[in-house]
């Protein structure tokens, strides 16, 4: 889980926050429910109606009030307007939050269903990750959030909303992938006749989505493959996806559209051909289920070594990891950590003694040994502070996405990946390739057997 999407635009596409970037969420890209959608959205949230609440939405037996999607359209309108951008048509804004907030609605439903809960512990680190991820302590983060009209407890309510969102995909989804033992070999027996390299390549990528389901009528198709084709054109021009968002947030994927680096055989299939041949530069719309996808190659690179017997450099490394919580704050984790590299320094202690009276990991019992790491093994701001450490030293005090840490380097090596290794990476990649589409189908079953009536 890579991505928090603290509300569809609001503090994804359009936030001055940036918040879309917490550790271990990745937040799902929900599509309306097809072919339960009325077109009645039209709605004036800024007539006198909007003083008096209506019904917009009913999922199941819950409802989506007219003041709960005014408040969230009002919202992201406020954040736009204080950055400089234009606004959106405000029809096609309303009906894209309401839909995100009707699939939001439904699997939230199926989670509450299925006895996924979250504990406060959860939330608070969650939280906590988000406002160091924007460069602020959770205080401040929290007044800046004020500002733009989002409450702490709201704030609070969306995290917990988004977590359980992840929980339930990875119960519903995730665990449910399957990969034969079959197609590893098929996987590896490929890469061996296409001669592919142990720095297999990477791939930075934009992906933005015009939505189109399979049963949009003729009309609506031919209007979202012309708005397809036209932001083809300024990708290929050179315009920025940040420029193109600004105008059009309801095309973002992953909140800003930027997909990162991946290995070409760990994107969606659809995608693979593409993004697996193309240069930089290079922009292709590809047709899905969903609608219209337009990809831009924004790099490639050589990636770590995992599928064959070149060898690659390893590290053994051994940690110590304080959680804030409840009952530690950062100031205190901050302080116990360099408590224990004092009298590591001092020769009061071991590093092992140090790890199993202060570390909050499983690492704890073995002295905070974390046996051989490949390259990719470990979050990159732990990897950073590792690589840059000479045999035998201590990083000082840092802190990365789970909590705060101090490292030493142990030995380093250079080593083929075991064949062990090598089929475990290659399970990865396929369960990769095989998730995005997985979710997908697992969301259209969903629509299907959720009763969805709009009423604007």
């Known amino acids: 889980m890579k991505h928090i999407q603290y509300w569809l635009f609001a503090v994804t596409a359009f936030s001055v926050l940036g918040i879309a970037q917490a550790q271990g969420m990745k937040a799902p890209s929900a599509n309306p429910p097809a072919g339960k959608l009325s077109s009645e959205l039209g709605g ?46 405000r029809i096609e804004l309303r009906k894209q939050v309401l839909d995100r907030m009707v699939m939001d609605r439904a699997q939230l439903q199926k989670a509450e269903e299925l006895g996924i809960r979250i504990d406060d512990t959860q939330i608070e680190a969650a939280m906590a990750r988000v406002a160091d991820q924007n460069g602020l302590p959770l205080e401040d983060f929290l007044a800046r959030l004020q500002e733009e009209g989002v409450s702490p407890a709201r704030f609070r309510e969306e995290v917990r909303s988004e977590i359980t969102l992840g929980r339930l995909r990875e119960r519903e989804v995730e665990a449910r992938i399957q990969v034969s033992d079959a197609e590893i070999q ?10 592919a390299t142990a720095n297999k390549p990477e791939v930075n990528w934009i992906q933005l989505l015009v939505k189109a389901p ?47 680096w991946s290995g070409y055989d760990a994107v969606p299939s659809l995608f693979n051909e593409f993004l697996s041949k193309s240069q930089a530069n290079a922009v ?20 770590a070594a995992a599928l064959d017997n070149t060898p690659v450099t390893q590290t053994r490394a051994r940690h110590i990891l304080i959680r804030p919580g409840p009952d530690i704050t950062e100031a205190e984790a901050k302080r116990r950590l360099n408590f224990a590299l004092e009298q590591l320094r001092g020769g009061a202690a071991t590093f092992d003694t140090l790890a199993k009276r202060y570390s909050q990991d499983g690492s704890a019992a073995k002295g905070g040994d974390l046996g051989w790491l490949y390259p990719g093994d470990t979050v990159p701001e732990f990897e950073r502070e590792m690589n840059q450490l000479a045999t035998g030293n201590v990083s000082p005090v ?35 390739s095989k998730s995005e589409e997985s979710y997908q189908e697992w969301l259209r079953q969903l629509r299907d057997a959720t009763f969805i009536e709009i009423r604007l």
Do not use: C, W
């Open 214 to 260: 399979n049963d949009a009528s003729g009309n609506a198709l031919s209007q979202a493959r012309s708005k397809a084709e036209a932001i083809e054109k300024e990708l290929k021009e050179g315009k920025s996806v940040e420029d193109i968002l600004k105008t059009r947030p309801e095309l973002a994927i992953e909140g800003t559209g930027q997909m990162g």
């Open 186 to 195: 098929n996987y590896l027996a490929a890469r061996t006749k296409s001669g």
């Open 44 to 89: 004036s949230g800024a007539s006198g109606k909007s003083t008096i609440d209506g019904i917009v939405a009913v999922v199941n037996t819950d409802i989506i009030t007219r003041s709960e999607l005014n408040r969230q359209v009002a919202l992201i309108e406020r954040q736009m307007s204080r950055r400089g951008a234009p606004l959106p048509d």
């Open 398 to 432: 840092f802190q990365s996405r789970f909590g705060f840490h101090i490292i030493q380097v142990v030995e380093r090596r250079q080593q083929a990946a075991s064949e062990e290794r090598q089929r475990q990476a290659a399970r990865q990649a396929i369960r990769a």
């Open 284 to 303: 292709q719309t590809v047709r899905s289920p969903n609608g219209f996808h337009v990809l831009k190659v924004l790099g490639r690179r050589e990636g």
